[in-house]
T-cell receptor, first 113, second 115 residues
Framework: GNSVTQMEGPVTLSEEAFLTINCTYT??????LFWYVQYPGEGLQLLLK?????DKGSNKGFEATYRKETTSFHLEKGSVQVSDSAVYFC????????????FGKGTRLSVIA | EPEVTQTPSHQVTQMGQEVILRCVPI?????FYWYRQILGQKVEFLVS????????KSEIFDDQFSVERPDGSNFTLKIRSTKLEDSAMYFC?????????????FGSGTRLTVV
């Protein structure tokens, strides 16, 4: 079945550091890929998405590129801020019909000033 | 920005008791979902709901679980007889269109603790 594996956290970075959170997936078809973010006390928010190979999703300075050859969708940001501290979830969906999301375990990011 | 609202934010219940978790999806959304996250584990799909019926459910969603849209605005998850292993964060979500390509809007979650 479909699955998502993302790097274990927590990740602690200093402000303005470069961020990478690795995500790889296993899927039987051609899924859409997502990154969701959960800020403290809030729900899951869609951060970015990519629906086909080589697509790059981007939002708020975060980027991720859909790499079919390596089945990866790594999240990157060039310069993190304290306000980026949150839990980040990689997810996939087959995207056909009302199909559910399959999530990774989440990676907690803490950015210190 | 429109929100999905979940109540309560925290609930503690005794094993064997029934609980109802409530959600108010975004008003023009037609597809509704429940997910849960046991502490330290993955967010897992429970059930999807469209046109007043379940469209898909996972193995977790057994006979102890039910969903209902009683009045056109609320979307509820009922656990008939709670077990310790039901302790988790439960997320409601809604979407305007079907299919994962569009992403969902999630609520803040209800943390359920079964003692």
């Amino acid at each position: 079945g479909n699955s998502v594996t993302q790097m274990e956290g927590p990740v602690t970075l200093s402000e303005e550091a470069f961020l990478t959170i690795n995500c790889t997936y296993t899927a039987t078809g051609y899924p859409s890929l997502f990154w969701y973010v959960q800020y403290p006390g809030e729900g899951l928010q869609l951060l970015l998405k990519a629906t086909k190979a080589d697509d790059k999703g981007s939002n708020k300075g975060f980027e991720a590129t859909y790499r079919k050859e390596t089945t990866s969708f790594h999240l990157e940001k060039g310069s993190v801020q304290v306000s980026d501290s949150a839990v980040y979830f990689c997810a996939l969906s087959e995207g056909v019909g009302n199909t559910p999301l399959v999530f990774g375990k989440g990676t907690r990011l803490s950015v210190i000033a | 920005e429109p929100e999905v609202t979940q109540t309560p934010s925290h609930q503690v219940t005794q094993m064997g008791q029934e609980v109802i978790l409530r959600c108010v999806p975004i008003s023009n959304h037609l597809y509704f979902y429940w997910y849960r996250q046991i502490l330290g584990q993955k967010v897992e799909f429970l059930v999807s709901f469209y046109n007043n019926e379940i469209s898909e459910k996972s193995e977790i969603f057994d006979d102890q679980f039910s969903v209902e849209r009683p009045d056109g605005s609320n979307f509820t998850l009922k656990i008939r007889s709670t077990k310790l292993e039901d302790s988790a964060m439960y997320f409601c979500a809604s979407s305007e269109r079907s299919g994962g390509n569009y992403g969902y809007t999630f609520g803040s979650g209800t943390r359920l603790t079964v003692v």
